[in-house]
């Protein structure tokens, strides 16, 4: 408590200090604009002298209007306000005249008429640099707001004072697995969440296990949907449409969000007065502000993207924001020069748009997605979905570990607490519950380690030609060996020379460590069989090489197999944890592969990139050193931080497994907050016809606002 004094003070005493200097200067310019005023030293000559002469005069001035000010408007309320108004100007001067009159010997003068302009330029200028100063006081932000809500609800004639059950606010924690988070609280990085859960009546953590494909996509889909099925990765190829499904794009966001609603029946998580704010999908909420999914649509549903306009609209949100982007770019820039003088390793390059694509999702989201989320607080909604992705974007690119990330960290917890605090001012009571969607392993990229990228491997293996720089790595010239071998050897079918004459391109996805191989021109599912007679050397390149941990692949005569290194062969009916080639890879592994291999648009190979269990390294198919999206490491343990009033996630000793399973926890505690979610009777039984299907493009998603509360 008394370092939070003593932090606030000199927080303080330095936005004086800089405000002082800043009027300093400006009465120094407008002494040499002006030729009625006038600032100089008693010789006339010493710039030194003339200095001290304005910043004695800035002072003054700034001391009487805040000792003076107060007193004569308080004075003169009896005043008219149409007069008052114009003597505001009067007074301003006569305080500026009387400030250069208490500057020793006399070295300052000006007319009167020009008093009263360079006191109206010095209070404006001084009141810009106090605000832009005090944008960043997360306490004064906070008040603000406060005083917004209140403003709102004496207009709407809400009761005042805290009623009703309590409300929840799901924050995210994009890309942050549990020990990483268990870490930063350990050692101060985060205080709040360290502070949660140190007290018996706070917090409590468990880790939870992803599905196969761990990533955003996959995860937030079920934890809002209530189901992934038919997520194999982050991006897949859909041979029926040869379209590329993407979980970033907001096409392919809104047709997974439908595809889930036609699945479970139920409009999602957030259908009973809910807010998504920053998500990929809705979840059924009403109120939605940056909502991938719901930027897809035409009309009225792009108002999703409201949420930007409604924040910057207000003048102290766009100053507040646009600094700390400036800072954060900046910041970026140095951090990646070190990085490159110091030559880390791994490292990728981060230079381009990068600084700005990273300010953008640690800055400027973030303020918008939280402010979302305070407005939401004080309008008293029932449940709240935010997702914060600042981690996520810096851990791709420094490395999950970094110092880069961990500031980061530094900054969501402050978040965290800003919200913590909203909370005891709120209507009703708040349970806050963090989460993360997955978490992330470290690791140089595969094309980093080896020299090629998994397409120019595919390639190599399948015969096809590959640029000069991967003919010349070790495995490039394998794969050709490999595949001169093969064909050498077997006896060449009839029609066969034919086909390979007109061989497709094979679709190379990456998703993370996790990539996908999928050929066009063989309908349906790929057989091994197929697949050994078009390229006989495809599947042994992949599986012997000693970045891929190993591959999935479908047999006419076994079913499914896992293909490991030196011929190993295990048909998934037979997966066991800990054995073959899934040994590495942990409890679950055997399961998650299983459920992938039921999806209909599972790729004709699924390759796993190594794990290796001492470092804690996979090696990311795609341009970044901290990834997730498939097995292996802390990327398949993120983490739940949920009230210790609300019932454990799973049985004592146990952890939740697959992002479904959250999604049924997270419905038991709204339960346990709110009672059953029942949508309002006034609706309707044709409503909830409707709700299920309200965001597949149609329905009551066409009335968000997604406005952010702080835009008063």
């Not at 805290?162 to 924050?171: H, L, N, S, T, W």
């Not at 099925?229 to 979980?247: N, Q």
């Not at 999950?400 to 913590?420: F, M, N, Q």
Request: hydrophobic share 45%; net charge positive; proline share 5%.
């Amino acid at each position: 408590m008394g370092d939070g004094r003593w932090r606030t003070a000199g927080n303080a005493l330095v936005r004086v200090v800089v405000v002082w200097a800043v009027s300093t200067l400006t009465m120094l310019v407008l002494a040499g604009i002006l030729p009625d005023f006038h600032i100089q030293s008693a010789d006339g000559v010493s710039t030194t002298r003339t200095a001290f002469a304005a910043a004695w005069g800035a002072g003054a001035f700034g001391l009487l209007s805040a000792l003076v000010w107060p007193v004569l408007v308080r004075a003169l309320l009896i005043v008219p306000a149409l007069v008052l108004g114009l003597l505001v100007f009067f007074l301003n001067g006569s305080l500026l005249l009387l400030a250069l009159r208490l500057i020793p010997d006399g070295r300052g003068a000006a007319d009167p008429q020009t008093a009263v302009v360079v006191a109206a330029v010095m209070s404006a200028v001084a009141s810009a640099t106090s605000t832009a100063l005090a944008v960043r006081d997360d306490n004064a932000y906070r008040r603000r707001l406060s005083r917004l809500a209140d403003r709102r609800r004496r207009r709407s004639g809400a009761p005042g004072g805290r009623c009703g059950p309590p409300g929840a606010v799901f924050i995210q924690l994009d890309g942050v697995g549990h020990d990483v988070l268990a870490r930063a609280a350990a050692t101060g990085l985060m205080p709040t969440v360290a502070h949660w859960l140190a007290r018996e009546e706070g917090h409590r953590l468990t880790p939870w296990r992803t599905d196969w494909s761990s990533q955003t996509g996959a995860s937030q889909l079920a934890i809002l949907h209530g189901s992934n099925h038919d997520v194999p990765a982050f991006r897949w190829y859909e041979k029926e449409t040869g379209d590329v499904m993407v979980s970033s794009r907001p096409a392919s966001a809104l047709e997974l969000q439908r595809r889930a609603i036609a699945r479970t029946h139920d409009g999602g998580l957030l259908t009973v007065d809910g807010a998504s704010r920053g998500n990929l999908f809705s979840g059924g909420a009403d109120q939605l502000a940056l909502v991938l999914s719901m930027a897809a649509r035409l009309g009225k549903g792009r108002r999703s993207r409201a949420g930007y306009f409604a924040y910057f609209s207000d003048p102290a949100n766009a100053v507040r924001t646009a600094l700390s982007f400036v800072a954060e770019v900046c910041r970026e820039i140095g951090q990646s020069t070190r990085a490159r003088v110091r030559k880390d390793t791994p490292r990728i390059k981060r230079g381009g748009l990068y600084p700005f694509i990273r300010a953008f999702a640690t800055v400027v989201e973030r303020d918008v997605v939280v402010a979302a989320v305070m407005g939401d607080m004080f309008a008293g909604r029932t449940a709240v979905y935010a997702d914060l992705v600042a981690y996520d974007e810096v851990a791709h690119h420094s490395g999950p570990h970094s110092r880069d990330a961990e500031k980061v960290l530094a900054r969501l917890d402050r978040s965290l607490a800003l919200i913590a605090k909203v909370a005891e001012h709120t209507p009703r009571r708040y349970r806050i519950v963090v989460l993360s969607d997955h978490g992330q392993s470290p690791g140089e990229t595969f094309a980093g380690a080896y020299g090629l990228t998994l397409k120019d491997l595919v390639r190599a293996g399948c015969g096809l030609p590959v640029s000069r720089r991967a003919q010349r790595t070790r495995s490039g010239s394998e794969a050709r060996d490999a595949v001169r071998t093969a064909l050498h050897r077997r006896p060449v079918e009839a029609g066969e020379a034919e086909h390979r004459a007109k061989p497709s391109d094979p679709v190379v996805l990456a998703s993370g460590n996790l990539g996908l191989i999928s050929f066009p021109d063989i309908e349906g599912r790929a057989s091994r069989e197929q697949l050994d007679r078009c390229h006989p050397a495809l599947l042994g390149t992949l599986a012997n090489h000693p970045g891929i941990g190993f591959l999935l692949v479908r047999s006419e005569r076994h079913g499914s197999v896992v293909l490991g290194r030196d011929g190993a062969e295990i048909p998934v009916a037979e997966l066991r944890d800990g054995q073959g080639p899934l040994a590495p890879f942990g409890p679950g592994a055997a399961d998650a592969v299983r459920r992938t291999d039921t999806f209909p648009h599972v790729a004709d190979i699924m390759v796993n990139s190594m794990y290796d269990t001492g470092t804690g390294t996979v090696h990311a198919f795609e341009e970044q050193i901290g990834s997730h999206g498939g097995l292996g490491g802390e990327q398949s343990r993120p983490f739940l931080l949920w009230p210790a009033e609300l019932s454990a996630p799973a049985a004592r000793g146990a952890e939740p497994v697959g992002a479904e399973q959250v999604h049924q926890v997270l419905r038991r505690w709204l339960r346990e907050c709110s009672g059953p979610q029942v949508p309002l009777a006034a609706q309707g039984a044709a409503d909830g016809a409707v709700r299920t299907g309200a965001h597949d493009g149609t329905g009551r998603a066409d009335e968000a606002d997604g406005a952010v509360p702080a835009a008063d």
